[in-house]
């Protein structure tokens, strides 16, 4: 029997179709053929890209020049410029303004074929203090009211490059869809003097039905009222409302929960497209008593499925994978690394 499961923190309904039930096996996936040709994102080939600001880097490097691990760089084709004013202009009916923001590029590793999930535990972390990084110095421009954190993995999630990388756009509004989480997020703790997600661990960790993979400051989950087939959401386990304000301890981490459960999800359906966002507090707003009651969180969002009309017209989602379906191939999905930080986690019986 189908069933309409409402998302705890959003006013909107999802249907799960249970009676379809969709195995990993049961999604086509197409890989993305490999285009050749020079990477302007590959080591050596600094000179096709803006000038990098931020770089890891070997300490007898120069700037944009090759013996770098993580380099961050503005689009060369952004969708917002940081030149402008953020002065709304009323032209009747209609407002605008100036296409202000920040558009840059993370380019995560030096080497063209190595995925997030693939990489090393080092190199996971070093990214993930990149992503932190760039957050906190764009925040410094006042203009800017939120900065939104993705990866589109594959052609079809919308890559246009193969090499890898995420990006971070900075705008001078708060998002609809961040707005409506906080909105959310607050009436709970109004109502209850609780934060609905740290609540909401709470109660996966004990049911273990939805559970992916767990850490001692993470856990991967496939949301309740998931709007796609194997979503995944990594939360941090104490209430945090800004990804920007992680903590240096909780770096090694989320690198091990975000590596792990990627490579889970690679495996199980054979290198999926997907989306992966960063949803956090706004920033530069003054509501700060709004803001806290906000808890962080990556989405990981594969591309299975396509919207059609009845999602489009309605806004309801049709999830042909039970989240609890998807959890369950997803834990029985053996990831081996050979590096220390895996076995680290087993030594303690956390296998992965």
Known sequence: MPEWRKDPI???W???STE???RPSDFRVIQDEKKGGECPLCEHHEWQTPPEVLAFRDKDSERDRPGWWVRV????????RIEGLNDIKNLGLFRMMDGVGAHEVVVESPD???SLEDMSRYQVQEVIRAWRDRSLDLRRDARFKYVQIFKNHGSTAGASLEHPHSQIIATPMVPGEIGKKLAGLASHARNTGRCIICDMIEQELLEQNRVVVESESFVSVTPFASRFPFEIWIIPREHQPDYGHIREDQVPDLAFVLRATLKKLSLALNRPPYNMVIS?????TGGAEEAIHFHWHMEILPRLTVAAGFELGTGFYINP????????DLRETRVVYGDHYENKYQEVGRYV
């Not at 760089?73 to 917002?80: G, H, L, Q």
């Not at 956090?280 to 530069?284: I, L, Y």
């Not at 994978?321 to 369950?328: D, G, R, V």
């Open 112 to 114: 063209h074929e190595r």
């Open 280 to 284: 956090t507090a706004p920033v530069n």
């Open 321 to 328: 994978t039970p989240p609890e379906m998807a959890a369950s």
């Open 20 to 22: 379809r039930g969709k």
């Open 73 to 80: 760089v503005s689009n060369k084709f952004p969708a917002v």
């Open 10 to 12: 959003l006013d909107r």
């Open 14 to 16: 999802v249907v799960i």
